[in-house]
Each structure stands twice: as C-alpha cells, then as structure tokens.
C-alpha cells in the first residue's frame, strides 16, 4: 500500500464550480502535509502547506487536515479554467524526512 | 525571484552514454533533493542532501546513478552508463526545514531526458 493515496481522476468540474480533491496517507505520525500543482510538461508548484487539524484559506484555496481520520483535501472555490492541472499531495515520509507524493489528481475545469 | 534552476533542460543520448545533470539550489536552503518522474511511477525520490551530506540515496540504483554536492551552490546526479528505461524527467528541490523536521520543497523545472 502506498503510503500517500489519491484519486487518479480526472475530475471534471464546471467553471465556477467547487473543486474538492482528497487525499489519504497510512503515516499516523506525519505532522505537515503539503498539495502541489504541476502543469502539463511543467514542475510541481507549493501551493498549500497545513500543519494542524482544521482548514486553512489561502485565497481561493482551501486546504483541510483531519488526522483523526488520515485525510488531507484541498478545495478550490470559483475554479477557473486555468485551475486545469494534476494536484499532488505530499506528506513527510517518517523515516527519511524526505517528502512521499500521491500519484496526483487531475482536474479539468471546463469553461 | 529565488528559484532552483537545473541545466540541461533537455537531454538526448544514446545508451551506454554518460549523463550529467545540474541543480543550483535557491541560496539559503540547505536541503537539496533529486527526483524522476515517470507516467508509471510517479514521483520517486532518488536521493537527497542537507548541508552537502547525502543522507539518503536508497531511491537510486547505485551500479549506474551517483549523486554529490560539491559545493553549497551546485548538485549533480550522473548516470554512467544511461539505459532506456532511466528516459524520464529529472527534478532537483530544494528545502527548507520547518519545526516539525520536514521539508517545504520548491522544485526546479526539470531535466527531460531521453535515452534511445
């Protein structure tokens, strides 16, 4: 089992629409979670970091982290086309201190 | 405008070819990983450094790929000899440590090679 869990998509939402992308991970002791955006043929891209239970806003993103239940989701309000991306979510592998990332999500956002 | 930059952007060899890759990590960090990602596997974390040091290099196969450090400013990772099934791209990242001893890592904008 991977230690990080995505679904691999796509996800198509409408534009203007909520996106919701949802990830699990199997390390109970892992402190910060992190999502990343990587455009066709580009690097991934930090977009959010969350550390503690709870949500946490970041203009038009919202991550939130429920360690209870082991799952780290990421919303997008008001999706925009160019929000169209593969979303990964990355958490810190115990052993190595090195980050382990989900396979990713690919969301379409259709105009 | 920090970055991590990465030299080439694009490679094209044949088997059986030395390949050297390039990472100049943002100034300040003092944590730099290496990465490949591939349509099948993903991300992969190959190996990684914090102050020069490998820490960890057990992502990498050892007979043909070696990663160092020489300098704070300047990565390597070298396959010697390349294959066809090490055609991927090739991320460098670099970090900064946050408190509860992870990493928040940006990434450069990858090394596309192709091994025929």
């Known amino acids: 089992q991977k230690e990080v869990e995505q679904n691999s998509g796509p996800l198509s939402v409408p534009e203007g629409a909520i996106a919701s992308l949802n990830c699990t991970y199997s390390d109970r002791v892992s402190q910060s979670f992190f999502w990343y955006r990587q455009y066709s043929g580009k690097s991934p891209e930090l977009i959010m970091s969350i550390y503690s239970n709870g949500d946490k806003e970041d203009g038009r993103f919202t991550a939130q982290l429920n360690k209870a239940s082991q799952y780290v989701s990421l919303l997008i309000r008001d999706s925009q086309p160019s929000d169209s991306a593969t979303y990964l979510c990355?958490?810190?592998?115990?052993?190595?201190?090195?980050?382990?990332f989900g396979s990713g999500t690919r969301l379409q956002v259709q105009p | 405008d920090a970055r991590v930059t990465q030299t080439p952007r694009h490679k094209v060899t044949e088997m059986g070819q030395e390949v050297t890759m390039r990472c100049q990590p943002i100034?300040?960090?003092?944590?730099v990983f290496w990465y490949r990602q591939t349509m099948m596997q993903g991300l992969e974390l190959l190996a990684y450094?914090?102050?020069?040091?490998?820490?960890?290099d057990s992502g990498m196969p050892k007979d043909r790929f070696s990663a160092e450090m020489p300098d704070a400013t300047l990565a390597t990772l070298k396959i010697q000899p390349s294959e066809p099934r090490d055609s991927a791209v090739y991320f460098c990242a670099s970090g900064l440590v946050l408190t509860s001893g992870a990493y928040e890592q940006y990434f450069g904008p990858g090394t596309r090679l192709t091994v025929t």
């Open positions: 100034l300040g960090h003092n944590t």
């Open positions: 990355a958490a810190p592998d115990t052993g190595r201190r090195a980050l382990t």
């Open positions: 450094f914090r102050n020069r040091a490998p820490l960890d």
